[in-house]
Nanobody, 116 residues
Framework: QVRLVESGGGLVEPGGSLRLSCAGI????????MNWYRQAPGKERELVAG????????NYADSAKGRFSISRDNDKNTVFLQIHSLQVEDTAVYYC?????????WGKGTLVTVSS
């Protein structure tokens, strides 16, 4: 059974940093493009960042450029999202997604709350 398990969310003050992790279980992790999405209260889910299978190419939403960094460790079946200078507007549930030519999988998300 394929599972994506996110972790690392929590309550952070504005200006703080977090590193989110997403572990892939039951899939050939290195065969999947990995993406991070987020969904803020009352808003649609949006793509934040993506990384190719080998980890050599990344892409970011305009809102994430400069403060977000996506990376992956295929030996550990894990993708990361480092977020710096957190803002109240970054409050959301963050989801990871695994995409191949045949399948798409989602995790259940991890909540990030930015508040003083």
């Amino acid at each position: 059974q394929v599972r994506l398990v996110e972790s690392g969310g929590g309550l952070v003050e504005p200006g703080g940093s977090l590193r989110l992790s997403c572990a892939g279980i039951g899939l050939t992790f290195r065969a999947y493009v990995m993406n991070w999405y987020r969904q803020a209260p009352g808003k649609e889910r949006e793509l934040v960042a993506g990384i190719d299978r080998a980890g050599g190419s990344t892409n970011y939403a305009d809102s994430a450029k400069g403060r977000f960094s996506i990376s992956r460790d295929n030996d550990k079946n894990t993708v990361f999202l480092q977020i710096h200078s957190l803002q109240v507007e970054d409050t959301a549930v963050y989801y990871c997604q695994a995409v191949s030519s045949y399948e798409t999988y989602w995790g259940k998300g991890t909540l990030v709350t930015v508040s003083s």
